[in-house]
C-alpha cells in the first residue's frame, strides 16, 4: 500500500513504488543503519558486521524494523541472530558487493526469500533462503529445511530485484561470469521459477567477479557497473545501460557508456525520473552523472560530470532511499554522503557529505536494496488516508478509486469506483486493463469504542483513596476526566462522581465513577453518675452507627443495648470498615430511694403523723409538695423537703379522705415527678 498522502482519489499508475515503508531502516556495514522513519533520516545502531552485503525489511505499513541479514546470519528486530538464522549463505567475509537482497513471497504476506551471492572465493553460488515472520515470538526465523538452498554458481556479485507493476510477479536478475548472459528467474504466487530467462548481451566487456545491477524507476532500463578482470590485478571497469522488458524479463540493446583501464568503477544508481544515471570511480574518488536520454553512448559519455568536490575517503556504492534521494556509503565512514535534487543536471544537483551521521560504528561499501512488493503500484484511497488504517467509524467510510481505465472489481463483485466500509476486513479493487493482476488492497480495522471505569462505584473510608482505571484502550486514545486530568488513570479519595470521556480516532465514549464515604461513628454513654441502689441504667445515651457495625462491651457482650444494674466501669466500642470507636462511664451506687406515704394519721401518737417524702432528701433540689382535695383545691404546699402536711386545713383538721399529692424536685441535676394518692385516717 502506498503511503502516499491521499487527496480524495489516488490513480492506479506505473511507477517504482518507493513511498511504501518496507524500506524505511537500513541495516548495513558494522554495526550501523538508518532510520527514514523519521525527517530528516537519523543514524542508528545494528548488530551488522559486513563489508558489503547487507538486506533488511520493515513492516509495509509501519516503517518498524522486522528483521536484516548480512548473508550469512539473520538478525531480529532487536539485533539478536534469529535461533535458525546462522548459515543463510556461504560468503563468511561478507564482501559481496550485492550479497544479499530480500523478496517477499507474493501469495503469502508472512514469508519471504533470502537470495545469497557468494563472491569468487565462493564460487558465486547462488541460493536461497525462506524467511517466515511468524516463527520465533513473531519476530521471524529461517522456516526449518529451507536455509541455503542451492540455484546454480559461477554468478557475479550483481543481483537486484524488480515488480512486474501490474502482473503481481517479480523478476530476480543476476549477471554470470565471464559472459554476457543476464538470468531472470520469475517469482509468481505459485513460488519461485528456477527455470531462468537467459538474456546475452552483445558488448565486448564481461564482468569477472565485483559488479552492481540498478533498475531505473521507471522498470525500462538496466544498469550495469562491473569491473572486467579481478580487482587490483590491473583490470578495467565499465558501465552498461540496457533495455528491460518488465513483462518477459529480456534484456537488451546494451551500451557501454563508460570504460575506466583501472577497476574503479563500483556501484551505479538512477535518478528518481530515470533520466541519470550515477556511478562511483572510487580510486579517484569521484561521483559521476551521466544524462541517458541521449541518443548514443558517446553522446551519452561526453555529458559525464563529477559533482562532488575533493574528498579523501574511500567512496562505495549509491541506493535511492524512501525519500528519493540518492545516498553514497563510504568505507569505514562515519556517515552516508547524500545526492538531493538528483534528477537535475550537474551543476544544480546537490551533494552533501555525511548528510547523515551515524551514532557508532562505521559504513561498509554498499547498502541495502530496495523490498518491492508483487502488485503494490496502485492504491487504493480513502478520504483521509491511502494506508492500511485503522479507524473508529461513526459513519461509513468511503474507499475510492479514480482510475479511469476500464471497469472496476471489488473483493465482493461489485464494481463502481467506490465501495463503502462500515467493518473490519480486507478490502481490495481490480482493473480489467492489461493485466487483470492490477490490484490494490486496503486492510482496515473498525474498531469499536467502549469505556469503563473500574475502581469506582465504591465507599471508602475518610482521608483513603482508590485507583479509578479503564478497560483497556487503544494505546492513541486520549482521556479527560471531570477534574481536568487527561491520565489514563485517576488517584482519587473525594466524596464524588467522576467523569471519563475518552476521544479515540474520532470516536468518545463516556463512563462514570461514583466514589461514597462510609458514615463515621460516634459513641457516648454519658457522663460518669451515681445510681441508687436497686434502680438500672439504659446504655448507650447515644450512638451513631450502621446496622453491620459491631459492639463489643466491656464484659465481651456484643449487644446493641446494655443494662446497668449496679456500680462499676462500663464501656463500649463501635467497629466499622474505617475504625473503632470506644466510651466508658463509671457508676456509682448511693440510697437513694424516696418514698411517700399512701396512707398516715395525723393524730399526734407520734407515729405516721405527718404526710412527706422521706429518702436521701438532703440531695434534693428545686422541691415543691403539693397535696390537693377532690374539688382540686390545694389543702398543703411546701418547698421544704423536710417538711410534710399534718393533716390541718386552715387551722383546722381536714376531712378523712383521699386526697392527691404531686411532687417535682431536681435529683443530681435531673427534673423528677413523683405522684399518687394519699388516705387520711384518724
Request: with cysteine; net charge negative.
Amino acid at each position: 500500500m502506498r503511503s502516499t498522502p491521499l487527496v480524495f482519489m489516488l490513480l492506479l499508475v506505473c511507477g517504482m513504488v518507493h513511498a511504501q515503508q518496507q524500506n524505511n531502516v537500513w541495516a548495513m556495514g558494522f554495526g550501523v543503519g538508518v532510520s527514514f522513519n523519521s525527517s530528516p533520516p537519523v543514524g542508528i545502531t545494528t548488530s551488522m558486521q559486513s563489508v558489503e552485503a547487507a538486506a533488511s525489511v520493515s513492516d509495509r505499513k509501519t516503517g518498524a524494523l522486522l528483521f536484516y541479514t548480512d548473508g550469512v546470519n539473520l538478525y531480529d528486530a532487536n539485533h539478536n541472530i534469529t535461533p535458525n538464522g546462522k548459515g543463510v549463505g556461504d560468503d563468511t567475509t561478507r564482501s559481496s558487493e550485492q550479497g544479499v537482497v530480500i523478496v517477499p513471497f507474493v501469495n503469502d504476506t508472512n514469508k519471504y526469500y533470502l537470495f545469497t551471492i557468494s563472491g569468487h572465493s565462493f564460487n558465486g553460488t547462488l541460493s536461497y533462503t525462506v524467511v517466515d515472520k511468524t516463527l520465533n515470538g513473531g519476530l521471524g526465523d529461517v522456516v526449518t529445511g529451507q536455509k541455503n538452498i542451492f540455484l546454480a554458481n559461477d554468478f557475479t556479485e550483481a543481483m537486484t530485484v524488480v515488480e512486474q507493476e501490474k502482473c503481481n510477479r517479480l523478476w530476480l536478475i543476476a549477471l554470470k561470469k565471464d559472459s554476457h548472459d543476464f538470468y531472470a528467474y520469475e517469482i509468481t504466487k505459485d513460488g519461485l521459477d528456477t527455470a531462468a530467462t537467459i538474456s546475452t548481451v552483445g558488448y565486448v566487456n564481461t564482468a569477472i567477479n565485483t559488479a552492481a545491477l540498478k533498475i531505473s524507476p521507471n522498470r525500462k532500463k538496466i544498469a550495469l557497473a562491473a569491473i572486467s578482470a579481478r580487482q587490483y590485478d590491473g583490470g578495467n571497469s565499465y558501465l552498461a545501460v540496457h533495455d528491460f522488458d518488465i513483462y518477459t524479463g529480456r534484456i537488451s540493446n546494451g551500451i557501454v557508456i563508460d570504460n575506466l583501464e583501472r577497476a574503479s568503477l563500483y556501484g551505479c544508481e538512477f535518478s528518481p525520473n530515470s533520466e541519470l544515471l550515477y556511478s562511483c570511480n572510487y580510486i579517484d574518488v569521484e561521483i559521476l552523472q551521466f544524462d541517458i536520454t541521449l541518443p548514443d553512448a558517446p553522446t551519452i559519455k561526453g555529458s559525464r560530470k563529477v559533482i562532488n568536490g575533493v574528498m579523501l575517503a574511500t567512496l562505495g556504492g549509491l541506493q535511492m532511499g524512501p525519500d528519493s534521494n540518492i545516498y553514497i556509503s563510504k568505507y569505514k565512514g562515519k556517515g552516508l554522503d547524500r545526492i538531493s535534487n538528483s534528477n537535475a543536471r550537474y551543476p544544480n544537483c546537490v551533494y552533501t557529505v555525511d548528510a547523515i551521521t551515524m551514532p557508532s560504528g562505521e559504513t561498509g561499501l554498499t547498502m541495502p536494496q530496495p523490498v518491492m512488493y508483487a502488485g503494490g503500484s496502485g492504491d487504493v484511497g480513502h478520504t483521509t488516508s491511502s494506508k492500511d488504517t485503522t479507524v473508529c467509524l461513526q459513519a461509513p467510510m468511503m474507499l475510492r478509486s479514480s482510475t479511469s481505465n476500464g471497469g472496476h472489481t471489488w473483493q465482493d463483485g461489485r464494481g463502481g469506483s467506490t465501495y463503502q466500509v462500515s467493518q473490519s476486513g480486507t478490502y481490495w479493487v481490480r482493473t480489467n486493463n492489461k493485466c487483470v493482476r492490477h490490484t490494490d488492497t486496503i486492510n482496515v480495522q473498525v474498531e469499536t469504542l467502549s469505556v469503563m471505569v473500574s475502581g469506582g462505584d465504591t465507599t471508602i473510608c475518610k482521608g483513603d483513596s482508590v485507583l479509578l482505571t479503564t478497560n483497556t484502550l487503544p494505546a492513541s486514545a486520549t482521556y479527560k476526566w471531570s477534574n481536568g486530568s487527561t491520565a489514563p488513570s485517576l488517584k482519587v479519595g473525594a466524596k464524588d462522581i467522576y467523569q471519563l470521556i475518552v476521544n479515540y480516532l474520532g470516536c468518545t465514549d463516556t463512563s462514570y465513577a461514583s466514589i461514597a464515604h462510609y458514615p463515621d461513628v460516634k459513641v457516648d454513654l454519658g457522663a460518669d453518675q451515681q445510681l441508687c441502689k436497686g434502680d438500672e441504667l439504659a446504655l448507650p445515651k447515644t450512638v451513631v452507627a450502621e446496622p453491620t457495625d459491631k459492639y463489643l462491651w466491656q464484659d465481651g457482650s456484643a449487644s446493641t443495648t446494655y443494662t446497668v444494674k449496679g456500680p462499676g466501669t462500663y464501656h463500649l466500642s463501635v467497629s466499622n470498615q474505617c475504625k473503632t470507636v470506644t466510651d466508658t462511664i463509671n457508676i456509682t451506687e448511693r440510697n437513694c430511694h424516696f418514698f411517700f406515704p399512701s396512707v398516715f394519721t395525723p393524730n399526734y401518737d407520734g407515729r405516721n403523723d405527718l404526710a412527706r417524702m422521706v429518702g436521701d432528701i438532703n440531695t434534693v433540689t428545686d422541691y415543691e409538695l403539693r397535696i390537693i382535695n377532690r374539688w382540686g383545691e390545694v389543702v398543703f404546699f411546701t418547698d421544704d423537703a423536710t417538711k410534710g402536711w399534718d393533716g390541718n386545713y386552715k387551722g383546722t383538721p381536714a376531712e378523712v379522705g383521699t386526697y392527691y399529692y404531686l411532687i417535682s424536685y431536681k435529683y443530681l441535676k435531673e427534673k423528677e415527678l413523683m405522684k399518687g394518692t394519699l388516705l387520711l385516717l384518724r
